[in-house]
């Protein structure tokens, strides 16, 4: 419908994505993105290490699964027709000890039931042969695993969004959303904007915006803040590709490793420590009110009771640069505490159910003119722009 308005919360490279996408397939229809923030990309996308995943992890027949290898490809296609860096330096999935390798063909046997492109098993020998001084007794490789800068990808969907006539409204925190007849009102404070339909992308937020709008209460956002520590430039030659451990089925994280960035530089981590606020981008960063409500709620208390000795052990890491290291330097042996400075740190919008699990695939809910995305951790900004296609077929019936 040419008159329609759809509304967007949230101006990361999800929010952004889609509203590329509605743009897109149906020409005519104003696309309005809503952000509180002075700029786009600012919370996850901007924190992110910027790995393009190749599917290797996830479920087959999950959201994940399916949205990650199908995003590949369009974000491929994306960045080579708009000279946006995209690199395929490849992927090692490595085996430190002997009780990984049960985990490791695991691992194999998802990865080729998601048609993970390329992949094939390595012994110790053909690790040297690609990454000469990493540790490791098996490992799978994935020649076409990528990295890129999504920062620079969620700015110029923003600018496809403004060349179709949409709008990014910067500076436009969303405190009411009220359904009106034939629509939904958008408020931020005294402003008021009506839209068609309205669908929520709001991160770390998800949780609370959802709320205006009368979603459900659960699940709700648990912040874990990822730090990353930075190889010295003169150690960066030690890694040539991405060296990932084989990761804990219990625990929605990969673990400590290594990536290198578009810019040259080498990040080694993250961790994944409960931030104490949810833009918690520092140890010391505390919002009483962020704080309260995790306190609250009975599922952070399952969680805990589920996950104690791992998060002890994270915030080891957290405060000891040797600590986080140790396990580093089992995939890069004789790298330690001496060859790296401390570098950014990002922050997770993990959902969290009432009995205390964490969230592992995407979730979307919808209820009439309102579409909230409830969980869209990593691999989202991968999936981003099938993420989008998902969404749009069922907001407008095209599936």
Avoid at 44 to 54: D, E, L
Avoid at 68 to 73: E, F, L, N, Y
Avoid at 205 to 217: C, I, K, N, Q
């Amino acid at each position: 419908m040419a008159d329609e308005t759809i509304g967007i919360v949230g101006a990361g490279i999800v929010g952004l994505a889609l509203g590329r996408e509605i743009a897109l397939r149906r020409p005519g229809t104003r696309v309005v993105v809503f952000e509180k923030e002075p700029r786009v990309a600012l919370h996850q996308t901007g924190h992110n290490s910027g790995v393009v995943h190749a599917g290797i992890y996830y479920p087959p027949g999950s959201l994940k699964a399916d949205l990650t290898v199908r995003g590949v490809a369009l974000l491929r296609e994306y960045c080579q027709d708009r000279g946006l860096p995209y690199r395929e330096i490849g992927k090692l999935v490595m085996a430190v000890r002997e009780d990984e390798l049960g985990r490791m063909e695991t691992l194999y046997r998802r990865a080729k039931d998601n048609h993970v492109p390329d992949l094939r098993k390595v012994s110790r020998d053909e690790i040297k042969e690609l990454e000469p001084h990493a540790g490791g007794i098996a490992a799978l490789h994935s020649p076409r695993t990528a990295i890129t800068d999504y920062p620079a990808i969620a700015r110029q969907f923003a600018e496809d969004i403004t060349a179709s006539g949409g709008e990014v409204k910067l500076g436009f925190p969303v405190t009411g959303i009220t359904e009106v007849p034939g629509g939904i009102e958008v408020a931020s404070g005294e402003r008021r904007l009506r839209t068609d339909r309205l669908i929520l992308c709001a991160g770390l937020h998800s949780d609370t915006v959802a709320r205006f709008a009368r979603d459900r209460p659960e699940p709700r956002i648990v912040p874990f803040r990822g730090e990353y520590m930075l190889l010295k430039p003169d150690r960066t030659h030690l890694v040539r590709g991405l060296l990932y451990p084989v990761p804990d089925p219990r625990y929605p994280f990969l673990g400590v490793h290594f990536t290198p960035r578009v810019d040259g530089t080498v990040e080694v981590g993250p961790n994944a420590v409960l931030a104490l606020a949810r833009e918690g981008y520092r140890l010391t960063t505390v919002s009483p009110r962020d704080l309260l409500g995790l306190a609250a709620y009975p599922g952070t208390w399952r969680m805990a009771a589920q996950h104690w000795r791992t998060g002890v052990k994270e915030y080891r890491g957290s405060l000891s640069t040797a600590a986080f290291m140790r396990d580093a330097g089992r995939y890069v042996p004789g790298v330690g505490a001496q060859d790296v400075v401390r570098g950014g740190a990002g922050v997770r919008a993990q959902a969290l159910d009432r009995d205390g699990t964490l969230v592992d695939d995407f979730r979307i809910h919808r209820a009439g003119r309102i579409t909230a995305v409830r969980n869209a951790p990593s691999p989202a900004a991968t999936a981003s722009m099938a993420i989008a296609e998902h969404i749009a077929d069922a907001v407008f019936g095209d599936a």
